[in-house]
Every structure is written in structure tokens, then in C-alpha cells.
């Protein structure tokens, strides 16, 4: 069964206009470690989990779970556990090269923002779906399909006036416990989400030039950027 599609078909003017806002914006997105506790109105938090939910996935099977919390016990309860897993990874896990590429950004063990922040969302991916009736079905391509829903996800909060860190400590099975979701679904990350601190300050970066990141395949493709 088809539906008509819905697109609008924009002018070359407002097409340009559209991207380099976007663009714009955009780059100005950076992960922070410094929030404030101000709580983020929750229709916000809500439109945007609406908006990774419109994600394209392999076959439509929509492989992914937003678990989400404002409740302090159960964010001292993920940090604690975080922590522990950090340390860990830091003091054995990780090798000196990946140790020296952190560095440069500050990071440790310890995980204030995680009770700082107002809201945390676990992510998590499911390779089998069920029915109703309990019969399984395997998720297709569900690892991209859920990177592309955070990517939108982080997106539209960062439109909205958030800010937001992905917090991946491994393993992350105590997620599953702490958000009260089925070991059938594998934790994929912790966002963490709200207003970054007044003078919040963030390691300074640069992004690879577009010469970098693309490269213009075929002889007709050639002058399509100039």
C-alpha cells in the first residue's frame, strides 16, 4: 500500500539559503561537559525524540528504543556504574595511543554531568523484533539505522537550543537495569542533555577541510563544486 508523497519542492534561492543556515548552525554544535540543572521543557525533549523516530532504517523495522530520565536517584545510579566502568577503562582497558588521541579533550573517569544535567536518554538498539503474538523477526541493518536516529536526534536538540555529550562507556549493560529495558535490546549510547554552563568551556578543535572529507569521482563531476 503507497501514500502520496510529501515534499516541497523549494526555489535554487531559498534551496542555498536553507543549507548554509543549516550549515551554519550546525558547526557550531560541540559536545560539552558543563550543564547547568535548569530543567529543558519537556514537549522539546519530546518533539525531538519524534524527530529521530522519522530516521530511515533497513526495511522500515525502526531497530531503535529511546529510554529517557529526569529522576536523580536513577542518574546517581548510571553515574556510579559509568564511573566504575571508566576507571577501568581507563586505568586498564585502553591502550597509551588511544590515551594520548584523549588527551587533547580533558576527559576521565569522573562523570559529574551525568547528575548534573536534567535529562538523560539511553539509546538502545534492538536486533530482533517481536509481534504481538511473540513471533521474532530480525531487524535489518539496525547498527546504521540507529546511528543515522541519534545523529537526527542530537540534531534537532542542538536546533532547539540544547546541548548534548554521547557518553559510550564499555560495556554498557548496567543501562539496561537503570532504564528498565529487556537484555534483547543493546545499549548503543547515553545522551546527555541541557543548557551548557555560562562560561562553559570546550577543548578548541578543528574540523577536517571539505578537500578532506569528499572527494569528486567521475570526469563529468569535476567542475560540479566550482
Not at 547498527?143 to 536526534?153: D, K, P, Q, R
Amino acid at each position: 500500500m503507497n501514500e502520496k508523497l510529501e515534499f516541497q519542492r523549494l526555489e535554487e534561492a531559498a534551496m542555498l539559503k536553507a543549507a548554509k543556515d543549516f550549515y551554519a548552525s550546525m558547526k557550531t554544535r560541540r559536545t560539552v561537559r558543563e550543564f547547568t540543572s535548569e530543567p529543558v521543557p519537556a514537549q522539546v525533549i519530546r518533539d525531538a525524540l519524534l524527530c529521530a523516530g522519522t530516521a530511515p532504517s533497513g526495511a522500515n523495522m525502526q531497530p531503535w528504543h529511546f529510554a529517557i530520565t529526569t529522576d536523580p536517584a536513577t542518574k546517581t545510579q548510571i553515574k556510579i556504574a559509568a564511573e566504575t566502568e571508566e576507571k577501568t577503562f581507563y586505568t586498564k582497558r585502553a591502550s597509551d595511543e588511544w590515551l594520548n588521541a584523549l588527551a587533547p579533550l580533558g576527559t576521565d573517569e569522573y562523570k559529574p554531568f551525568i547528575n548534573t544535567a536534567p535529562v538523560l536518554i539511553g539509546v538502545f538498539l534492538k536486533k530482533f523484533s517481536f509481534t504481538e503474538d511473540g513471533k521474532r523477526l530480525k531487524n535489518y541493518y539496525p547498527y546504521e539505522s540507529v546511528g543515522i536516529a541519534c545523529g537526527m536526534l542530537i540534531s534537532a536538540l542542538h536546533l532547539a537550543g540544547l546541548a548534548t555529550l554521547t557518553h559510550t562507556p564499555s560495556p554498557m549493560a548496567f543501562l539496561n537495569q537503570a532504564f528498565e529495558r529487556p537484555k534483547t535490546e543493546r545499549p548503543y549510547l547515553l545522551l546527555v542533555v541541557g543548557y551548557p554552563e555560562e562560561n562553559c568551556q570546550v577543548p578548541a578543535i578543528e574540523k577536517l577541510p571539505f578537500e578532506e572529507i569528499v572527494s569528486v569521482v567521475g570526469e563529468q563531476t569535476q567542475g560540479y563544486f566550482k
